[in-house]
């Protein structure tokens, strides 16, 4: 998944992981049943709802929601940011979701909409879904099992919603030919079936046991086929959660008010506390931070998803109002490598000014750690390895020295004035300085600079074309693990035929790194942990599709009225669905 945050120049995507489901490391499969063996994934098929109360929760009010960024979009189909995945948890359900056990606060795989987890047939090719039944949306109709079927084929209308995840397109029966229901073959696809009202068929091209964990994002929420009124449905989607669209006015604000149809007997993930959420986007973020800390009046009652910025840590008098902890998410400065030649990208690496660039960007040391791979620490296989020059340090062409070593071979290898480009929000103060930072750096260093100033409820949308007028910081510039293992990285970021599926970091097009990849996918779990590591360190040392800044975590500033504000490890993000008001 793509993370949440598009710091400056177009790129730098902090994202918390669309959707993306990542139990930590730390997770050991124990007597709850497991999947994917040495991959290390909690799961509780058994789970059932409603979930257990807070202790202290009371109902009532409305929780405000500051966010600098802007979520692409709300269309569950199209989701594939770590922000619009952790919103929609409050009003999408899917056939499976995270849990955050009620002691550790370690995600578990439960099942959502289904009744379990799903049976996977002998050869790995067929799942079977049961589906829960008296689920009725929003307005009191009944969900049927061709809802869900019509949702997962609406996923392969990849040329009208290009922004969501792509793993049905390789691994789905027919998925590289299907086009989607409104396509040549309409709703005739073979690889999904409802053979009766509680039941979903999902047939396969080839095994895919991250199956149950896929089957958590939003695309696998329901979707009347009546109801879809296609690139204006997330102006008025049919909800299943505890919450509902009361309006969107996109780019700006979102406002969900009570579901009165949830049943909060069949859902074992979510809570309904208070009255309503207001989200407010495109906001300065320093400005609703400081609000936030200070919890004068209303401010109390809001929260802001983006990480403290460092000229505030001075301000945090209480250190109950940040809340902390893991991401499962690396940052990384992105270049298409179909664009810019090996020898500049190993320049454009050495020139990258991170040191300045962290305190301009308003970065901490605890909740970004320099990073020297592009696997994050949280994924089992991990293995820590430092080429030169690419540790997540150094001040680049910030130091004279190193800015004259740039451009003296550029001049050699006949690239003088080597022009980079890229997109930038021009309404945020952080990533105009920081703009103005990377901009003067390079500079420096002997490469021509030409940057696109865009308003931030457009970048995201800009830098998701893989085909764009730019050669810097395409998305996705930093990557989340949609779930914990290595399968949910570099098949689906550096394999060729990743450019059309609108995922590729550095646009790398080559078969021999294609054929690594599928010889390590093809491996059992357990031979896939001691492959993947070798996998990434022969991209970054042979390829360098991007220059690894680092693996993030969290600290969010949260009003002193909020209560259970807690982070969810899977997304980097506030755990919304179960926050309530002290004093409602």
Known sequence: MQWKRITAVSATVMLAVAACGSPSASNKPGSDATIGGAQVKATDATAKGPAPEIEGAKKGGTISILSDVVPDNFDPTDTYYVDGNQIEKLYFRALTQYKLDEKTQKPILVPDLAEDLGTKSADGLTWTFKLKKGIKYDDGTPVKAVDYAYAIKRSFAHDLFDGGPTYQLQFFKDGDKYKGPFGPNGQNYSGVETPDDSTLVIHLAKKFDDLPFYAAFPMFTPIPEKADTKKEYELKPKSTGPYKVASLTPGAELKLVKNTFWDPATDPVRHQYVDGFDFKFAQDLVKVQRQILASSGTDANALNYTNLDASLLNEVKDPTQIIKGDSPCVITFSMDTRKIPFEVRKLIAEAYPIDDWRKVA???????????????????????????????????????????????????????NFELSWYYSNDNPITTQVNALRTQVFQKAGFKVRTIGVPSAKIRALIGKQDGPVNIGKAPANWCSDWPTGTSWFPVLYKSDAIALGNSQGQLQDPKLDAEIDRVAALSPDEQLKEWSKVDKMIMQDYLPSVPLYYAASAFPVGKNIGHAVNDPTQGMPEFTSLYLKQP
């Open 362 to 416: 308003g970065l901490t040391p605890d909740t970004a750690i320099p990073a020297s791979t592009y696997l994050p620490p949280a994924v089992p296989g991990f293995v820590k390895y430092e080429l030169p020059g690419l540790t997540g340090k150094g001040k680049g062409a910030s130091d004279p020295a190193i800015a004259q070593k740039v451009k003296d071979k550029l001049k050699e290898l006949g690239k003088e």
